[in-house]
């Protein structure tokens, strides 16, 4: 009896799904609309093109160079094309007033991207998009970027601002703390205090030792 062989398929990579994939049961809806269609294959792609625009962001950010929207459009072309994004959704130009303001911030606050900030790995921690903290003025600034429409809440830069004081230590009634989040062309800001962030820490707190009591080995 001869073994049957499946086909290898060194292109899948671990975690990536289809955009018509069975879990999906996209497949058994023949009333889908082309509308539809393009909406669920725009939103597949979305969190791979933001991935993208934030690593490219993060990259001018440290070069620390002048930027323009026509160098930023340019590079944000390169990267999702050379990423194979479908020509259609190549579109840097829909990003630019978020994303062009968002550097040229982040390179004038000299504020470092893409940093981990962790108060309990592997239970609490994130990564700031931007951040800065000045020992000298006591200031505290996280930047956000954000290139889906939906709209965001300052409580996730609260969060990473939690993480902060608790792995450095620091007491929030003695930082000036700086929220932005930039999206859709805005900045929302916001400017917590102490009584905003010391909740948040004692919650980050006492949840992660209720899952180091039950949830690990000592």
């Not at 001869?2 to 994939?21: T, V, W």
Request: glycine share 4%; hydrophobic share 40%; charged share 20%.
């Amino acid at each position: 009896m001869k073994n049957f062989h499946f086909n290898n398929h060194p292109e899948i990579k671990e975690g990536q799904h289809a955009i018509f994939a069975p879990s999906q049961k996209l497949l058994s809806r023949s009333e889908l609309t082309p509308e539809q269609l393009d909406n669920i294959i725009r939103s597949k792609y979305a969190a791979q093109i933001g991935t993208i625009i934030h690593a490219e962001a993060a990259r001018m950010i440290l070069q620390k160079k002048s930027v323009t929207k026509t160098k930023v459009a340019d590079r944000i072309y390169d990267a999702l094309w050379q990423a194979n994004i479908p020509d259609k959704l190549n579109t840097p130009e829909l990003y630019l007033d978020t994303v062009v303001p968002y550097i040229k911030d982040a390179i004038g606050f000299d504020m470092l991207p893409e940093q981990p900030i962790v108060y309990n790995y592997p239970i609490a921690f994130g990564t700031a998009d931007c951040i800065r903290y000045n020992p000298v003025k006591h200031e505290l600034r996280i930047h956000d970027l954000k290139t889906g429409k939906m709209a965001a809440s300052l409580d996730q830069l609260v969060e990473y601002a939690a993480y902060f004081f608790l792995e450095y230590h620091i007491n929030p009634k003695d930082v000036s703390v700086i929220l932005c989040i930039y999206q859709n062309g805005e900045i929302l800001t916001g400017l917590p205090k102490a009584p905003d962030i010391l909740p948040v820490m004692s919650r980050a707190v006492e949840l992660t030792k209720y899952v180091k009591n039950n949830y690990m080995e000592v």
